[in-house]
């Protein structure tokens, strides 16, 4: 069984960065289990925490459960022209102790998504930077900027956009290859 860790980039209830990740999660085929792993919980990093022996419990359950991934997918909105400061906590909490990072070598994804026409680029674009430092084969196309998202679902929050369906869906079929080159 591959394990894809699910990782969503907005903590708000009716985040549709989550409703996205939702909708893809189904797209994978058999042998592949995804899994939501929650960043919401993880305390600003410090490095004291590690240094000092005084480590949360909520980075040691994150650093284990991601241990345990195969892979990762990250879905996540822009803020200001980058990707939320949640999931760039999660990426230093995953990335120390020093030698003992949860990502190194881990296939990765990611789709971004705005409101706007924009479609997140910004962010999408600022995460790869930090996945080429954290040693992430991450895969290149096709490109995930989901654009114009608050309108790509019913008010029970279906994907009701059959071409974003479809691209998701050749997105995901394109992930999986990636993924089986690396694991
Ligand atoms: C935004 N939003 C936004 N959108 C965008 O296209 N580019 C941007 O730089 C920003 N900046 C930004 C900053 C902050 C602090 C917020 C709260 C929002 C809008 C954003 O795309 C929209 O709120 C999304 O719906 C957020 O994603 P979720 O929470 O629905 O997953």
């Known amino acids: 069984m591959t394990k894809v860790a699910l990782i969503v980039g907005s903590l708000r209830k009716a985040s549709i960065s989550r409703k996205i990740a939702e909708h893809v999660a189904n ?3 058999e042998g592949f289990q995804m899994e939501f792993v929650e960043i919401g919980e993880l305390p600003i990093y410090n490095q004291d ?3 000092d022996n005084q ?4 980075y040691t359950t994150f650093r284990e459960k991601m241990q345990g991934m195969d892979a990762v997918l990250f879905v996540t909105p822009e ?7 949640v999931l760039k906590n999660a990426l230093d909490v995953g990335s120390r102790p020093y030698g003992a990072s949860v990502w190194d070598g881990k296939p990765a994804a990611i789709i ?4 706007g026409n924009l479609s997140g680029f910004g962010a999408n674009h600022h ?7 954290l040693n992430m084969p991450t895969l290149a196309q096709p490109e995930a900027y989901i654009a114009n998202s608050a ?8 994907l009701t956009n059959e071409d974003t369906a479809k691209f998701l869906q050749s997105f995901v079929d394109a992930f999986v290859e990636f993924i089986r080159k690396y694991t």
């Open 127 to 133: 995460l790869r930077q930090c996945l080429v430092f």
């Open 27 to 29: 797209y994978f085929p």
């Open 55 to 58: 480590v949360p419990e909520s």
């Open 151 to 158: 309108q790509l679902f019913d008010s029970s929050g279906k």
């Open 49 to 51: 925490y590690d240094d």
């Open 112 to 115: 971004s998504q705005s409101i």
């Open 79 to 85: 803020y200001n022209r980058s990707f939320p400061a």
